[in-house]
């Protein structure tokens, strides 16, 4: 099976967010948050099936797998670790989430560990620029 791409993650990551925040993901919640056409989210929600993250029912829905989960899980993590990182560094309130989808995705495990680390380090030690 195929590692998830960067876009794989951030549907998965955004699905992830709907259930934990509304119970459910729809396709048009799915495609707003993205800002994607409903065709595409479809044709992406078959291969998010088809690669084990989630089971996709036309007309009943989405529910993640236990795999989906994980992925869903971590990629929220990462997004949040990155954004408060940013945001004790000084960095414009209104970049901080356009940048950290640019670069959430090409960083490994370890890294993102270590940035969170640094940045508790930062509040501990009450940085500022
Ligand atoms: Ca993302």
Request: no cysteine; charged share 30%; glycine share 6%.
């Amino acid at each position: 099976m195929s590692k998830a791409t960067p876009t794989m993650e951030d549907y998965i990551e955004v699905i992830y967010y709907l259930v934990k925040e509304k119970g459910y993901a729809r396709s048009a919640d799915i495609a707003s948050k993205l800002n994607v056409y409903p065709s595409t989210v479809t044709k992406m929600l078959k291969k998010l099936d088809s690669e084990g993250y989630i089971l996709y029912e036309k007309y009943r829905g989405i529910a993640l797998t236990q795999k989906g989960k994980n992925m869903g899980d971590y990629a929220l993590r990462r997004h949040n670790i990155l954004e408060d990182f940013l945001r004790v560094i000084g960095v414009k309130e209104k970049n901080i989430y356009d940048e950290v989808e640019g670069i959430e995705h090409h960083l490994g495990r370890d890294s993102i560990n270590k940035i969170q680390l640094l940045t508790e380090y930062l509040k501990e030690n009450k940085y500022k620029i």
